[in-house]
């Protein structure tokens, strides 16, 4: 693991001793020799304590650097052995499963200041990294043909700690339980963000709506809801949409709900305000994400007016980020799905847009319908239509990279990037083809779109970056808005919910700013919004902790289990 040889470039704390640990650890993970300062770090994290001491003075320092005082240091690698050490348990756990160990690894990497100053987090961060409950269930359906299909449903519990489940269903056919893991482990720190009264979770299912009827997918959803129902609640559980689960499916599943329940409650959000449902809610991700994306614009003086911006994905989050945007005055230019992107020379307007969702949300196609609909103002682009383009050559403004002709990032000179579309859509590639197209801040959209060598990079290069964790909670802090809503049996307007979202999405960002600031790393959202995310979390496991420590002094002899500590 990198931990310590990223550790310069993360953070400093604020006091005179961590300040000189780590300018120690800088020295050994120096910025331009990064192999390195790895390998350097690789070996002393297997080594243990002393083999770091001894090599540490004497290979990096030198017996003439002047440092005589290495408590601090010897401390700050203590953390980084336990941090390891802590990776290697989750990862045997955890093995195979790609995704959710990424997302497990940066929170890791990004938490480290905070380990370094109290190492008892490194605990809860191992509790919280464990499933309260993961469910894994059967769904049988019957195709139009009469004929018996079967697919695999998942909803992983995380963290009740604030407040009862919450996180969408995403029906993909890529969809596994290491997938479902990793967005229920960013779904504890994002709504751990909202301050709202929302744990973690997420469930979805291997299924693919594409290309399937309304009747196949409304049997689907009952079959899946079936099973799904025995787990949750609007006091316990409560599910909301994600890729390929929108309006429809969520009413199809809230139907069979109050058929099984018989009862009229808030068990799922995103439903259609006819019957239960929050205005805005179908907006709120896309809308929030521009919001979060105004105030980084602001705080440079600047405003978003005339910005010109890549965007990716054609879904619900792109399309109302770029209604936003062009309310914003801003001028989006691309948007792109599993087929390709479409690009549009001027920038999109509500016209354009609305070619878009008539494709994706009406006609159910790719953007190659939207292209064709739009009187040749979209130019579709794929990796067939690219073919015989070099691939260091842009489509339309010639001169920088473009490594990955299907994707937008590269097309043309840009000031902003919001990928929004899935996780690991934005590469190192990708990010070097940005920085040549002159992007200066990019924003997350989607869950986990960019890798973590991506965002690195970005952040090195001094890239605004905004994570997903803070700028895509607009989704589930209005979904929490709707909850309130049911619970009060009282609607709110548009303005009412759109107002709240804009001060939740105002409230997160200098939540981030100011841990990052706090942490000693000012401008690093990244680091402000994981360290702000869990501190919220852990405290509740910490105080959790205790009393069940509490109750093991107490009950010291009895046969009462200590599971439920945490």
Same mark, same amino acid.
């Given at each position: 693991?990198?931990l ?8 400093a ?59 601090e ?23 195979g499963?790609?995704e ?8 890791l ?22 499933p ?8 049988p ?26 996180g ?10 290491s ?23 997420k ?9 399937k ?30 890729i ?7 009413g ?7 058929r ?26 896309g ?5 979060f ?19 990716? *994905?054609?879904?619900? !989050?792109a399309?109302? &980020? ?5 309310? $914003?005055? /801003?001028v989006? %230019? ?32 790719g ?14 682009c ?36 919001l ?18 197209? *002159?992007?200066?801040? !990019?924003?997350?959209? &989607? ?5 973590? $060598?991506? /965002?690195?990079? %970005?952040?090195a290069?001094?890239?605004?970056f ?5 700028a ?51 401008n ?26 509490a ?8 046969t ?7």
């Amino acid at each position: 693991m990198a931990l310590a040889a990223s550790r310069a470039a993360q953070v400093a704390a604020s006091h005179p001793a961590a300040r000189a640990s780590r300018r120690r650890v800088a020295r050994a993970a120096a910025p331009g020799d990064a192999s390195k300062s790895d390998a350097f770090f690789k070996g002393t994290l297997s080594a243990g304590p002393s083999a770091f001491e001894t090599r540490y003075n004497t290979a990096t320092l030198g017996p003439d650097s002047g440092w005589d005082d290495t408590a601090e240091a010897q401390a700050v690698a203590r953390v980084h052995l336990m941090a390891n050490e802590l990776y290697q348990r989750v990862a045997a756990r955890n093995a195979g499963e790609t995704e959710f160990l990424q997302a497990f690894r940066e929170v890791l990497d990004t938490l480290m200041p905070l380990f370094e100053r109290e190492n008892k987090y490194l605990k809860v961060l191992e509790v919280i990294a464990e499933p309260e409950r993961a469910h894994s269930f059967r769904v049988p359906w019957v195709d139009d043909h009469g004929k018996q299909q079967v697919n695999r449903g998942f909803r992983v519990q995380f963290s009740s700690a604030l407040g009862p489940y919450k996180g969408g269903l995403r029906f993909h056919p890529t969809v596994n339980l290491s997938i479902i893991k990793f967005l229920g482990f960013e779904q504890i720190f994002k709504n751990s963000l909202t301050g709202l009264p929302i744990g973690g979770g997420k469930g979805g299912s291997d299924f693919d709506p594409k290309g399937k009827s309304d009747g196949e997918i409304l049997r689907f959803c009952q079959s899946f809801c079936t099973s799904l129902s025995e787990y949750i609640g609007p006091n316990i559980d409560v599910p909301a949409g994600d890729i390929g689960v929108g309006g429809r499916e969520i009413g199809y599943m809230y139907g069979q709900y109050k058929r099984l329940t018989r009862s009229f409650e808030g068990a799922f959000t995103g439903k259609d305000p006819k019957w239960g449902g929050s205005l805005i809610r179908p907006e709120a991700t896309g809308y929030g994400t521009v919001y979060f994306l105004r105030r980084m614009v602001q705080v440079r003086g600047e405003e978003l007016k005339d910005q010109r911006v890549l965007l990716s *994905g054609a879904g619900n !989050v792109a399309q109302y &980020a770029a209604e936003k945007l062009l309310h $914003e005055g /801003a001028v989006p %230019l691309t948007m792109s799905d599993s087929t390709g992107y479409v690009y549009a020379e001027g920038g999109f307007d509500e016209g354009l847009l609305q070619a878009v969702k008539h494709a994706k949300n009406v006609q159910r196609t790719g953007l190659r319908a939207a292209a064709a609909a739009s009187g040749g103002r979209l130019q579709f682009c794929s990796q067939a239509a690219n073919a015989m383009k070099p691939s260091t050559t842009a489509t339309i403004t010639g001169s920088h990279l473009h490594p990955h002709p299907s994707r937008p990032w590269g097309t043309c000179s840009a000031d902003i990037a919001l990928p929004c579309a899935t996780q690991n859509e934005l590469d190192l590639a990708d990010a070097k083809a940005l920085i040549s197209a *002159g992007v200066s801040m !990019v924003v997350e959209g &989607a869950n986990m779109p960019c890798t973590a $060598e991506a /965002a690195e990079f %970005l952040i090195a290069k001094g890239v605004a970056f905004g994570p997903a964790k803070a700028a895509n909670a607009g989704g589930v802090a209005v979904s929490a808005l709707e909850m309130t809503q049911n619970s009060m049996r009282l609607p709110w307007t548009s303005k009412q919910v759109d107002d709240k979202l804009q001060e939740i999405m105002a409230r997160i960002f200098q939540d981030c700013a100011r841990t990052a600031a706090d942490y000693g790393a000012p401008n690093n959202l990244r680091l402000g919004a994981n360290v702000a995310g869990f501190l919220n979390q852990g405290s509740q496991l910490g105080r959790r902790a205790g009393r069940g420590l509490a109750r093991k002094v107490c009950w010291a002899g009895s046969t009462s289990k200590e599971a439920d500590i945490v």
